[in-house]
């Protein structure tokens, strides 16, 4: 079982970035698919979650408005699109899967995680 997290990168405030995760190794329809977030010396933070039978939703209050979770069910694929980045948004970034049947925004519900991808935002 893999996630592969890539599209992390170095950008100014204010710019733009979309992460993608791929998944394998098994079949994650019944798992919600989400992203967390981690700053040094800070704890990993919920992001965003989707499933991928109805494509549900939801924000951390911090990114509501600004990031945007969807899927390519085809590619198997997760992706976060995050625009107006802050200073703040700076972390590394993991993609994880959490069966359906649990909650979806602590990383206690999380059976599997990708590897993470740096994104840095400059001021």
């Known amino acids: 079982v893999q996630l592969q997290a890539s599209g992390g990168g170095l950008v100014q405030a204010g710019d733009s970035l979309r992460l993608s995760c791929a998944a394998s190794?098994?079949?994650?329809?019944?798992?919600?698919m989400g992203w967390f977030r981690q700053a040094p010396g800070k704890e990993r933070e919920f992001v965003a979650p989707?499933?991928?039978?109805?494509?549900?939703?939801y924000y951390a209050r911090s990114v509501k408005g600004r990031f945007t979770i969807s899927r390519d069910n085809a590619k198997s694929t997760v992706f976060l699109q995050m625009n107006s980045l802050k200073p703040e948004d700076a972390a590394l970034y993991y993609c994880?899967?959490?069966?359906?049947?649990?909650?979806?925004?602590?990383?206690?519900?999380?059976?599997?995680w990708g590897q993470g991808t740096q994104v840095t935002v400059s001021s």
């Open positions: 989707i499933t991928w039978s109805g494509g549900s939703t």
């Open positions: 190794g098994r079949t994650f329809s019944g798992y919600y």
């Open positions: 994880a899967a959490a069966p359906l049947n649990r909650g979806f925004d602590q990383q206690k519900y999380y059976d599997y």
